[in-house]
């Protein structure tokens, strides 16, 4: 919790992280994981070794996100090997946005939808 509140380039801890703050190792809950998210640390001011990781998890609303996840590889060290995916459909492919609606899109995607939701990686760092 030091390392995210020190890292967080949001300035803030929330009411749970500042809670685990307080506790001392043995009264922390197990298991538990570490977990670096990009949306509140700014990867690429890590140390090599702040950025180590044993597993990275991806989530992105579109392919544009695809661009953004090559970014953040170069920035991990190691071979990466998928482990677990989940996506809209059974391959990975464009699907448009369903929240702001266009008729032209429907009949031609809509029915190979499986989930309404983000593409999901699962990486092992070998």
């Not at 597993?55 to 190691?78: H, P, Q, S």
């Not at 190979?112 to 939701?117: D, E, V």
Request: hydrophobic share 35%; net charge neutral; charged share 30%.
């Amino acid at each position: 919790m030091k390392f995210l509140q020190g890292h967080n380039k949001l300035g803030w801890l929330d009411t749970r992280k500042s809670y685990l703050l307080s506790l001392n190792n043995d009264k922390y809950p197990e298991p538990n994981y570490f977990v670096v998210n990009p949306a509140f640390v700014e990867i690429s001011s890590l140390s090599r070794e702040e950025r180590r990781a044993d597993y990275i998890f991806v989530a992105f609303y579109d392919l544009e996100g695809e661009k953004t996840r090559k970014e953040f590889f170069e920035l991990i060290e190691g071979e990466k090997e998928l482990i677990f995916k989940i996506y809209p459909t059974a391959s990975k492919e464009e699907v448009r946005e369903l929240i702001n609606y266009q008729p032209h899109f429907l009949p031609a995607t809509l029915f190979k939808i499986k989930y309404i939701g983000p593409y999901v990686e699962v990486y092992k760092v070998i």
